[in-house]
């Protein structure tokens, strides 16, 4: 049975891998397919534990766009500057997911992709570039990815025969635009098994 449980700060991220140590003492390193949600204030030397444990992170790297200013007030610079590390976490061979966590931020995927490929505060500042991910590792965690956590990567995911036609269709390519246009993007169709469920009126 897939586990996903919520751990935010740091300390919570800690208790997390001392619970897994203590339920999983058998086989710390066995795929028990565990996700991590939000896991926002990892630190540098936690990453090697989501590899050895196998535990996957699902980010949420809009708070760089909407809550930078209060994390770096709240926790300072050095750890808001490190929230949602992706680039990290994908460089460690991580296969990390990235979520909305709606009503919380709006339900809008494209500004999603474009917060963690610019990492740019509602202020305008830079919120640790070293963590931003490209277009196409940030399209990953919004769809291969996520179905390799739900274990529906046979059926989903990405596009191939036998899965479901599950897509949408854009007015623009998100890894040919500048950057900083992703979020101006427009969903023109969207389609679910084939079948086309919205269609917008004037493409």
Same mark, same amino acid.
């Given at each position: 049975?897939?586990?996903?449980?919520?751990?935010?700060?740091?300390?919570?991220?800690?208790?997390?891998?001392?619970?897994?140590?203590?339920?999983?003492?058998?086989?710390?390193?066995?795929?028990?397919?565990?996700?991590?949600?939000?896991?926002?204030?990892?630190?540098?030397?936690?990453?090697?534990?989501?590899?050895?444990?196998?535990?996957?992170?699902?980010?949420?790297? #809009?708070?760089?766009?909407?809550?930078?200013?209060?994390?770096? @007030?709240?926790?300072?610079? &050095? $750890? /808001?500057?490190?929230? +949602?590390?992706?680039?990290?976490?994908?460089?460690?061979?991580?296969?990390?997911?990235?979520?909305?966590?709606?009503?919380?931020?709006?339900?809008?995927?494209?500004?999603?992709?474009?917060?963690?490929?610019?990492?740019?505060?509602?202020?305008?500042?830079?919120?640790?570039?070293?963590?931003?991910?490209?277009? #196409?590792?940030?399209?990953?965690?919004?769809?291969?990815?996520? @179905?390799?956590?739900?274990? &529906? $990567? /046979?059926?989903?995911? +990405?596009?191939?025969?036998?899965?479901?036609?599950?897509?949408?269709?854009?007015?623009?390519?998100?890894?040919?635009?500048?950057?900083?246009?992703?979020?101006?993007?427009?969903?023109?169709?969207?389609?679910?098994?084939?079948?086309?469920?919205?269609?917008?009126?004037?493409?």
């Amino acid at each position: 049975m897939p586990l996903n449980l919520h751990a935010n700060g740091d300390a919570a991220i800690d208790t997390f891998f001392k619970a897994h140590e203590f339920a999983a003492a058998g086989d710390l390193t066995k795929d028990r397919n565990v996700t991590m949600i939000h896991a926002q204030f990892t630190r540098k030397d936690q990453i090697p534990k989501y590899v050895e444990y196998k535990i996957r992170p699902s980010f949420y790297t #809009l708070h760089t766009y909407y809550f930078a200013e209060a994390h770096i @007030a709240n926790r300072g610079k &050095e $750890q /808001a500057m490190y929230i +949602s590390p992706m680039r990290a976490a994908i460089d460690a061979g991580l296969h990390p997911s990235n979520h909305t966590d709606f009503v919380v931020a709006p339900l809008d995927q494209m500004f999603m992709l474009w917060s963690a490929v610019n990492r740019i505060s509602r202020g305008g500042t830079e919120i640790g570039l070293d963590q931003r991910v490209t277009p #196409l590792e940030g399209l990953k965690t919004m769809t291969i990815w996520p @179905a390799e956590q739900y274990g &529906e $990567q /046979a059926s989903k995911g +990405s596009l191939e025969a036998g899965k479901l036609a599950d897509l949408v269709i854009l007015d623009k390519n998100p890894l040919k635009v500048d950057p900083m246009a992703i979020k101006d993007i427009k969903v023109v169709e969207t389609i679910k098994e084939g079948k086309t469920i919205y269609k917008a009126a004037n493409p």
